[in-house]
């Protein structure tokens, strides 16, 4: 069995949730390769061989691949399970259930007439996986037939895979080799324009070890600095409810839960959030939650591990004097 | 243009859902049904280019059971035009939800696809992406924003690092996000006006689709319950109970 896994990067570095998803391959059982399809992204690829399990690395370094047009990137790797390169074909396919690979993987898993499987949280064996369905409310085992299996993979319920780099000791025979695959043409229906990226100092969201959020308890863009500081004194990232985003406080971004991104980080303070079973499909899974929120029947008081009824504004001040002590 | 906007009939997004106790799935007798709240958005979308001068027709497209026709008749006291319901008692995947949709467009010969991002019951994401995948015409995904231009449309995206801007050709294919649109409330004498518009009714044999399942749900099982923990009083003793008990700052 082959698995092909399809890097997450920006072209100048490997995106966590790639880590997690070889630990899903991994599961599988069999050889993980991984598709690096960018352009000038050859650091990526140097990346994407240290991680351990993963024996090959496809690198298609052209500029068809610069931003992510589903479109380009599904055509290549459909050619790469039709065969294209050592021409085993693969058994898996795999993605990072990010806005990234949830639109990749049905897509290419279309072009193959395959019907592919979300958001995986579990690998029971190598046709059997377990997903969220119901926005957490329930979870489906499923058994899929296909010859060809495509998935998107729920970082937050795979660790990350040891990533060789950050290891100055490690066996440079064991990184993976890495080998140039031709290109698979561009469509010309989609014109990229531009990206705006939220600029941030701080950690990633769905891979920060602490998330302070913010709903509409807020009352405005202009009090989350607030909760930027408070991040900032935890190391952590800052997320939102849907409720903050619709709002307009903060970008789209932010936005955790069912249709949102799933984090599920050591520590996750949610402030002035009721807690709607929508934003807690997207951080019920984190280790330790939580809550401040002035109405003690809150929803969300039910799933913290510690809960402070107390107005924000009082108790966000309190907490930054107490951690700078 | 003719706008074709595919919608699915879900358990409402306030209902608290169960799993059934033989674990084949969760309980749907009795429970409140609406439409998908992406698909409401996409109907809003596709109504506010008619009405910007866009668009000639609108057209409303289910597969499922009978009961479909209630969700597809939501769309048209909105203020769409016409209904196909694709009738079948079959459990859909997302595959073969595409392919029937597809056979609809052509038929139709829609110039504008509008579907939601995702279905909040199985929570699958998928349709849209395949559809535009089979009918080798561009993607959309997660719009935000949408404006008929000279070329195509120029669209906004919601993606995790932020917003993306890309111009597609027409026909096109695109999935709404939540910062579409509000959709409208349907009037009352809208409601009324529904009831007379047409809705077609076709089989998936009529649109020559195979719709077998490809994945098998073995067992639907309730998620792990986490318990409600201790209330705290001051931030000395929350960030004590960090330090020393949950370990985590
Ligand atoms: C299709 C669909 C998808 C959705 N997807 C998501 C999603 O991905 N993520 C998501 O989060 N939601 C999502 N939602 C929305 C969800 O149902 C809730 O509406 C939303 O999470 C509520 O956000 P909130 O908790 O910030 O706001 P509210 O429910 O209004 O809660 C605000 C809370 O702040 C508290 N508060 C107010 N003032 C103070 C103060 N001074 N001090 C302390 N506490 C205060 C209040 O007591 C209240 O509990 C979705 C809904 C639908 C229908
Ligand atoms: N049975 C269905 N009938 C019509 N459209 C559907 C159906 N199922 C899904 N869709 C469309 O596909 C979108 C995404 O659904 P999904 O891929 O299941 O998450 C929905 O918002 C609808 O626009």
Known sequence: MNILVIAEHDNADLAPATLNTVTAAGQVGGD???????????????????????????????????????????????????????????????????????????????????????????????DTFVRPIYAGNALSKVKSSEAVKMLTVRTTAFELADDASADQSTDQNKWAEIESI?????????????????????????SARVVVSGGRGMQSGENFPLLEKLADQLGGAVGASRAAVDAGFVP???????????????LY???????????????????????????????????????WNEDLFVAVPALQAELEK | MKILVPVKRVIDANIRVRVKPDQTGVETANVKMAMNPFCEIAVEQA?????????????????????????????????????????????????????????????????????????????????????????????????????????????????????????????????????????????????????KKPIDIVTPEQLGVDISNRIEVLQVTEPPTRDAGVMVSSAAELVDKLKNEAKVI
């Open chain 2, 47 to 195: 109504l506010r280019l008619k009405e910007a001068g866009h668009a000639e027709e609108v057209i409303i497209v289910s597969a499922g059971p009978e009961k479909c026709q209630e969700t597809i008749r939501t769309g048209l006291a909105m203020g769409a035009d016409r209904g196909v319901h694709i009738n079948t008692e079959t459990t859909l995947e997302p595959l073969a939800i595409a392919k029937m949709i597809k056979a609809v467009a052509e038929k139709e010969s829609a110039d504008l696809v509008i579907l939601g991002k995702q279905a909040i019951d199985d929570d699958n994401n998928q349709t849209g992406q395949m559809l535009a995948a089979i009918m080798q015409r561009p993607l959309g995904s997660y719009i935000s924003k949408i404006e008929k231009n000279h070329d195509g449309f120029a669209i906004t995206r919601e993606i995790d690092a932020g917003l993306e801007k890309l111009q597609i050709t027409s026909p096109a294919v695109v999935t709404t996000d939540l910062r579409l649109n509000e959709p409208r409330y349907a009037s009352l004498p809208n409601i009324m006006k529904a009831k």
């Open chain 1, 32 to 126: 993980v390769h991984v598709l690096v399809a960018g352009q000038d992204c050859a650091g990526v690829a140097d990346a994407a061989a240290k991680i351990a399990g993963v024996s090959k690395v496809w690198v298609c370094d052209c500029a068809t691949y610069a931003h992510e047009i589903t479109e380009n990137t599904a055509a290549l790797i459909q050619s790469i399970v039709n065969g294209k390169g050592d021409g085993k074909g693969y058994s898996h396919v795999m993605a990072p259930a990010s806005t990234f690979g949830k639109a990749l993987i049905p897509y290419v898993a279309a072009l193959c007439d395959v019907q592919s499987i979300s958001d995986i949280s579990e690998v029971v064996d190598a």
């Open chain 1, 182 to 206: 031709d290109d698979a043409g561009a469509t010309n229906w989609v014109q990229f324009i531009e990206q705006s990226l939220s600029p941030s100092e701080r950690p990633e969201l769905t």
């Open chain 1, 252 to 266: 789209n971004d932010y936005q955790v839960g069912q249709t949102g991104k799933v984090v599920a980080p050591d």
């Open chain 1, 269 to 307: 303070l949610a402030v002035g959030i009721s807690g709607a079973i929508q934003h807690l499909a997207g951080m019920k899974d984190s280790k330790v939650i939580v809550a401040i929120n002035n109405d003690e029947e809150a929803p969300i008081f039910q799933v913290a591990d510690y809960g």
